[in-house]
């Protein structure tokens, strides 16, 4: 929005009366500025989160974080698709302080002395609840922020200074249900809020060369898999990788559980005719995993 533009539009509220513009609530104020500026399309992010020591150690990984943030406006608030909830029917989280869980183990007591502080929202969780007609969302206040949530968005926001929602993934319904769920979420992109998938690409951890955990390296199987589904991402042939488990064997090794790639599909979904795509941390890491991460908008 033009700041004249911007200006014309606030100045009623300022100027109705003396008395008005002097006793006119800050959060009134803040709520009318972030409304106003947020008349502009958020994008859509699908992050490779990867090993959680990424959520402390700084490599070009982070960095690609920090410096995709710095291309987006500041959001209103934060709704977080992770691989790390997976629930019966589907979940927002719903309170005011989230807390910040350490769901992994043999990590050092440096990472479980991490702590994000971001606040909740109940508002977005409510309005999440509300916008979405295809299953009866229900409001958690026991969750908080895992992993797959916290460890990515503390290098977007490391002030914690941005509300953060959490939904979860209804591990008993297929691709294509994620993916029409997702589209129920568009009208957010409109008000200001950033909506995170939060996994990976390529995720097989049973096959991973752990000596080589901290080398650009893939095997063949991983390599051709992940050039086939940026192929269909770049494309917008969201059609083979909704049917992923039909495409052969390098799929088959690349998602053989689909916790970490479901994600992608509600970033994928919300994707429109006229939005550009942008890969960033686009690299494969010890053999089967990838933290190719994608930028809508």
Do not use: C
Not at 26 to 33: A, D, F, M
Not at 53 to 66: D, Q, T
Not at 204 to 217: D, H, M
Not at 252 to 273: G, I, N, W
């Amino acid at each position: 929005m033009q700041r004249k533009t911007f200006l014309k539009t606030l100045a009623p509220l300022l100027v109705a009366t003396p008395l008005t513009a002097a006793y006119m609530k800050l959060t009134e104020l803040e709520k009318t500025t972030s409304q106003l500026y947020h008349s502009q399309k958020m994008p859509v992010l699908f992050l490779g989160h990867g090993s959680p020591m990424n959520a402390i150690e700084e490599n070009e990984f982070v960095r690609g974080f920090r410096e995709i943030a710095l291309t987006i406006p500041k959001p209103r608030a934060i709704l977080v698709i992770s691989a790390h909830w997976e629930t019966r029917g589907t979940q927002v989280t719903a309170m005011e302080n989230p807390r910040t869980i350490h769901d992994f183990g043999g990590f050092p007591k440096e990472l479980f002395d991490v702590q994000y502080p971001a606040p909740g929202s109940t508002e977005l969780a409510k309005e999440t609840k509300n916008m979405i007609s295809k299953t009866e969302v229900q409001l958690d206040e026991k969750w908080g922020l895992d992993h797959g949530s916290w460890s990515v968005i503390k290098h977007l926001y490391p002030n914690a200074d941005v509300p953060v929602v959490q939904m979860s993934l209804d591990y008993t319904q297929a691709p294509q249900y994620h993916y029409d769920l997702a589209q129920q979420l568009s009208d957010f992109r409109n008000k200001g809020i950033l909506i995170i998938g939060s996994g990976n690409m390529v995720h097989n951890l049973g096959l991973v060369a752990w000596q080589r955990l901290n080398e650009s390296f893939a095997f063949d199987w991983a390599l051709e898999a992940d050039s086939k589904m940026k192929e269909y991402i770049q494309n917008d042939n969201h059609k083979p990788l909704l049917e992923y488990s039909k495409q052969g064997s390098a799929f088959k090794l690349a998602v053989p559980s689909p916790e970490h790639y479901m994600p992608l599909l509600y970033t994928l979904a919300l994707k429109e005719k006229t939005d550009t795509i942008q890969l960033f941390n686009d690299k494969p890491i010890a053999g089967a995993l990838t933290m190719t991460s994608v930028k809508i908008g």
